[in-house]
């Protein structure tokens, strides 16, 4: 992720730190949700001047051309409030960008986890992220993505640490709505752009299959037919099975 800082300004007339704080909050929320920023922001005060310090998934994703519907509205309120335009600067020159567009490629994986911060659909062969404000999809679809991100992180946060049939429960496939949720983002960024996407889902340790007949590793669990033998891209092992007929994509836990 690259850092930046967005500078707001001072407290125009007749406008009170609050206000003036609400107001930034309202522009960086809908760059957040437009996958511009990522992650999360910081307000600072220095010397009266509001600043706010963020993750940019590309060094021009704060462009206004890029914004949202939602965004255009947060940015005309902050200057009908008597601001300027926020000054951006980018603090960082080295961290590499996600990826403009779909850059070729060959399918997509919808796949991300607690400590990701990223756009979590993945560019493949290449398994890099893809900047999804770059992409032909609507601001709804956007703000979709966000929240099916910001929940499944949630959860696997949560579970951190729990037995592994806890953690099945939550985020393994057919049994709840999160999951349902990514099929149909999936089924509609395919629909979008052409491009076959796939659903990462969490298959049980060898261990745990064991004991739980229906927990296999051998199968698809959503056709019950061998999975695929010919792997999406040589660069990412967690994507090490996948199934062309129901568009999924796992790995088994160690």
């Known amino acids: 992720m690259i850092v930046a800082k967005a500078e707001i300004g001072s407290c125009p007339d007749g406008v ?19 996958w511009q920023i990522l992650s999360d922001y910081q307000l600072a005060w220095n010397d009266g001047r509001l600043s706010c310090f963020t993750s940019l998934s590309r060094r021009d994703s704060f462009k206004p051309e890029f914004s949202s519907e939602w965004g255009n509205e947060a940015l005309s309120n902050l200057i009908d409030a008597g601001f300027s335009q926020p000054v951006w600067t980018v603090l960082d020159n080295e961290t590499e960008e996600e990826l403009d567009g779909l850059q070729g490629s060959k399918a997509l994986v919808l796949f991300t986890h607690f400590l990701d911060k990223q756009s979590p659909l993945m560019s493949i062969p ?47 496939p057919f049994t709840n709505e999160l999951f349902r949720q990514g099929q149909l983002l999936c089924s509609c960024i395919e629909q979008r752009l052409g491009v ?53 994509v796992s790995a088994a836990n160690p």
């Open 196 to 248: 076959p996407t796939y659903l990462f889902i969490h298959l049980p340790s060898e261990a745990h299959s064991q004991y739980n007949e229906s927990a296999t590793l051998d199968v698809c669990p959503g056709c019950r037919t061998p999975w695929d033998m010919q792997k999406l891209t040589q660069t990412q092992p967690l994507f090490e099975y996948s199934c062309t007929a129901c568009k999924l």
């Open 16 to 34: 009170t730190k609050d206000q003036c704080e609400n107001l930034a909050r309202t522009y960086m929320v809908a760059l957040l949700k437009n």
């Open 126 to 172: 290449v398994s890099c992220p893809i900047a999804l404000y770059t992409l032909l999809i609507t601001d709804s679809e956007r703000e979709d993505l966000y929240s099916w991100a910001s929940q499944y992180r949630s959860i696997d946060k949560i579970e951190m640490g729990t037995h592994e049939q806890q953690l099945l429960e939550h985020l393994h």
